[in-house]
């Protein structure tokens, strides 16, 4: 909701502290004045400071989540919030406490300021409805002169019902873009684009099919030239596909021609606009479809094949969209052997081979989807790929052969991850299945060990020493994935460990071992606040407060108190810790 984006401390973050002053100054002045007043926008004018108070207009406007914002002035204009806008939002906030009538036992909080509008709109409701129209009609004119997106709305409104010539030219008005639009300015693009949608969802056939393919290429030019984080953009294409989806079935255009222009539009699509074939099955009919494929093979077959090596430049623009689809093409057929041969095409990466062994499997046919898979190992035996020693391992353990399944788990292991805790969890998940999983898993943490003693003795630091011991931080976690505690413990003694993970043995070892966990948090928190940042300082204090708890189950509340002491002394000048430190 609006309120609780333009509260004064938000206004303050927002504006810096000079402008919401002057701001504030302006509303008590009573140089604001609302006069668009909905839930999610406040718009209205706010007297300037020159001698003849010329007024400023601005609007502020809240859109899932997101506070958007306009104002004639200057600094409005360079897109800031400026103090007009300061004035205006406290306006709003003090319309919002006036009293206004309840029902008996009325809401609180949230509940009691959406009653308290819904009153105000049914007393203007009630007045709006008694009025001459000539007179509604010349305020809402007044309105309309300085409020832009007011102005906009009711001429879009106006314009709506014209031809399909004149409703092109509003699409072209609509979509128009003067220099980059910021993603603050995108939520009032927004909701008047859908707007303009709302217009042409009246249409039909041709006229609609024509429309949208015009306003999906205006779109597209502006996504050039815009900041959609908040993916705007996404729900507006997607608006205008369907309508083209529904535009086609009511055209029945000649099928071979549509044909045609389906498949330039979808190959020249940059932005993965367009549906693919199935979408337009119904549209295209047997003949249509035929002219489709005829179409789309020809451009495939100008494609030279790749083989493990290669390399092809075009492989992400226009190569991409033509595998798309002819692979929609073949899913349409259902034959695994169509898919395959599109993935044989590109053989130029080991992913590839994947993809047909992956086909295969998916069809039953399992010698065939082993046969790839092996291709694709053998290929690219300097870089194996992952994703396909997971493939093979796990075939072969489908086809009991352990023995082999545990080879490539081990070089996987040792190749790709036998550093890291992640890479043994993945390896035991696999070792496990093994009739001897307990040397497969002293080997792999060996290996653990192994690979840090090795890191260390190679380590050559640019600045300083070069650390006393290995770091055994992954060789830790691995232990403690396992709760293997006394283990993790050992090479928690044994070699340097990340700060953090010291923490997590701690608190696993807490329940039962406060002596342990204790020097365990007392070894964290100085590599912790040495990271010189609020978020460590508070990581710190949390790890600090943990110990305190074990000392007093310890009886021992003293010691932490004088521990408590050696720190304060140690940091006194880094203030916001001393304030976390205060809270203890």
């Given at each position: 909701?609006?309120?609780?984006?333009?509260?004064?401390?938000?206004?303050?973050?927002?504006?810096?502290?000079?402008?919401?002053?002057?701001?504030?100054?302006?509303?008590?002045?009573?140089?604001?004045?609302?006069?668009?007043?909905?839930?999610?926008?406040?718009?209205?004018?706010?007297?300037?400071?020159?001698?003849?108070?010329?007024?400023?207009?601005?609007?502020?406007?809240?859109?899932?989540?997101?506070?958007?914002?306009?104002?004639?002035?200057?600094?409005?204009?360079?897109?800031?919030?400026?103090?007009?806008?300061?004035?205006?939002?406290?306006?709003?906030?003090?319309?919002?406490?006036?009293?206004?009538?309840?029902?008996?036992?009325?809401?609180?909080?949230?509940?009691?300021?959406?009653?308290?509008?819904?009153?105000?709109?049914?007393?203007?409701?009630?007045?709006?409805?008694?009025?001459?129209?000539?007179?509604?009609?010349?305020?809402?004119?007044?309105?309309?002169?300085?409020?832009?997106?007011?102005?906009?709305?009711?001429?879009?409104?106006?314009?709506?019902?014209?031809?399909?010539?004149?409703?092109?030219?509003?699409?072209?008005?609509?979509?128009?873009?003067?220099?980059?639009?910021?993603?603050?300015?995108?939520?009032?693009?927004?909701?008047?684009?859908?707007?303009?949608?709302?217009?042409?969802?009246?249409?039909?056939?041709?006229?609609?099919?024509?429309?949208?393919?015009?306003?999906?290429?205006?779109?597209?030019?502006?996504?050039?030239?815009?900041?959609?984080?908040?993916?705007?953009?996404?729900?507006?294409?997607?608006?205008?596909?369907?309508?083209?989806?529904?535009?086609?079935?009511?055209?029945?255009?000649?099928?071979?021609?549509?044909?045609?222009?389906?498949?330039?539009?979808?190959?020249?699509?940059?932005?993965?606009?367009?549906?693919?074939?199935?979408?337009?099955?119904?549209?295209?009919?047997?003949?249509?479809?035929?002219?489709?494929?005829?179409?789309?093979?020809?451009?495939?077959?100008?494609?030279?094949?790749?083989?493990?090596?290669?390399?092809?430049?075009?492989?992400?623009?226009?190569?991409?969209?033509?595998?798309?689809?002819?692979?929609?093409?073949?899913?349409?057929?259902?034959?695994?052997?169509?898919?395959?041969?599109?993935?044989?095409?590109?053989?130029?990466?080991?992913?590839?081979?994947?993809?047909?062994?992956?086909?295969?499997?998916?069809?039953?046919?399992?010698?065939?989807?082993?046969?790839?898979?092996?291709?694709?190992?053998?290929?690219?035996?300097?870089?194996?790929?992952?994703?396909?020693?997971?493939?093979?391992?796990?075939?072969?353990?489908?086809?009991?052969?352990?023995?082999?399944?545990?080879?490539?788990?081990?070089?996987?292991?040792?190749?790709?991850?036998?550093?890291?805790?992640?890479?043994?969890?993945?390896?035991?998940?696999?070792?496990?299945?093994?009739?001897?999983?307990?040397?497969?898993?002293?080997?792999?943490?060996?290996?653990?060990?192994?690979?840090?003693?090795?890191?260390?003795?190679?380590?050559?630091?640019?600045?300083?020493?070069?650390?006393?011991?290995?770091?055994?931080?992954?060789?830790?976690?691995?232990?403690?994935?396992?709760?293997?505690?006394?283990?993790a413990l050992a090479e928690a003694k044994a070699g340097l460990c990340h700060p953090d993970t010291l923490v997590d043995l701690a608190r696993a070892l807490a329940a039962g071992r406060a002596e342990e966990a204790i020097a365990l948090y007392r070894r964290a928190v100085e590599p912790i606040v040495e990271r010189k940042n609020n978020q460590a300082y508070a990581e710190a204090a949390t790890v600090l407060r943990a110990a305190r708890e074990l000392y007093r189950e310890l009886g021992r509340a003293r010691e932490f108190g004088d521990w408590l002491a050696e720190v304060r002394?140690?940091?006194?000048?880094?203030?916001?810790?001393?304030?976390?430190?205060?809270?203890?």
């Amino acid at each position: 909701m609006l309120d609780d984006l333009i509260l004064p401390e938000h206004l303050a973050s927002r504006a810096g502290l000079a402008a919401f002053q002057r701001g504030e100054a302006y509303f008590r002045e009573g140089r604001a004045q609302v006069v668009i007043d909905e839930p999610d926008r406040v718009a209205g004018t706010v007297a300037g400071s020159g001698r003849e108070r010329e007024p400023y207009y601005g609007q502020i406007q809240a859109r899932d989540g997101k506070l958007g914002w306009v104002c004639s002035c200057p600094v409005g204009e360079r897109g800031e919030f400026c103090k007009h806008l300061v004035a205006l939002a406290l306006a709003r906030l003090a319309s919002e406490e006036e009293e206004a009538p309840l029902p008996s036992h009325p809401p609180e909080g949230e509940d009691a300021q959406k009653a308290r509008r819904r009153t105000k709109e049914d007393e203007l409701r009630a007045f709006l409805a008694g009025q001459d129209p000539a007179r509604l009609v010349e305020w809402l004119l007044e309105v309309a002169r300085w409020d832009r997106a007011t102005r906009e709305r009711l001429l879009l409104a106006a314009r709506a019902g014209g031809s399909a010539a004149e409703l092109k030219k509003l699409v072209t008005d609509v979509t128009r873009v003067r220099g980059f639009l910021d993603y603050r300015d995108m939520p009032d693009f927004a909701r008047r684009a859908h707007e303009l949608i709302d217009a042409l969802e009246r249409l039909r056939g041709a006229e609609l099919m024509g429309l949208a393919e015009y306003a999906v290429d205006r779109l597209h030019q502006v996504l050039e030239s815009c900041d959609d984080s908040d993916g705007y953009m996404s729900d507006l294409l997607g608006r205008l596909v369907k309508l083209h989806v529904r535009a086609c079935g009511e055209a029945r255009p000649e099928p071979a021609a549509f044909a045609r222009r389906l498949f330039e539009r979808q190959m020249g699509d940059d932005w993965g606009t367009w549906p693919g074939v199935e979408a337009y099955s119904a549209v295209l009919g047997e003949a249509g479809l035929a002219a489709y494929a005829r179409l789309a093979r020809a451009a495939w077959d100008q494609l030279p094949a790749l083989r493990p090596g290669d390399a092809d430049q075009d492989r992400w623009s226009s190569r991409f969209r033509i595998k798309d689809i002819m692979q929609r093409l073949a899913g349409l057929t259902g034959d695994p052997e169509a898919l395959v041969e599109i993935e044989r095409k590109d053989l130029s990466s080991a992913y590839a081979f994947l993809r047909v062994a992956e086909i295969y499997r998916d069809a039953g046919r399992h010698d065939a989807a082993l046969d790839w898979a092996e291709r694709g190992l053998a290929a690219f035996p300097q870089a194996p790929d992952w994703r396909i020693q997971d493939f093979l391992a796990e075939e072969y353990f489908r086809r009991e052969r352990p023995d082999e399944a545990m080879a490539l788990a081990w070089a996987q292991f040792v190749g790709r991850g036998g550093g890291s805790a992640e890479g043994y969890r993945k390896f035991m998940e696999r070792a496990r299945r093994a009739a001897d999983a307990g040397a497969w898993r002293k080997r792999a943490l060996d290996a653990l060990r192994e690979a840090a003693v090795r890191h260390h003795q190679q380590c050559r630091p640019l600045y300083g020493r070069r650390p006393e011991r290995p770091d055994f931080t992954q060789l830790v976690r691995a232990l403690l994935g396992e709760k293997d505690l006394d283990a993790a413990l050992a090479e928690a003694k044994a070699g340097l460990c990340h700060p953090d993970t010291l923490v997590d043995l701690a608190r696993a070892l807490a329940a039962g071992r406060a002596e342990e966990a204790i020097a365990l948090y007392r070894r964290a928190v100085e590599p912790i606040v040495e990271r010189k940042n609020n978020q460590a300082y508070a990581e710190a204090a949390t790890v600090l407060r943990a110990a305190r708890e074990l000392y007093r189950e310890l009886g021992r509340a003293r010691e932490f108190g004088d521990w408590l002491a050696e720190v304060r002394l140690a940091h006194k000048p880094k203030r916001n810790f001393m304030k976390l430190l205060d809270a203890l």
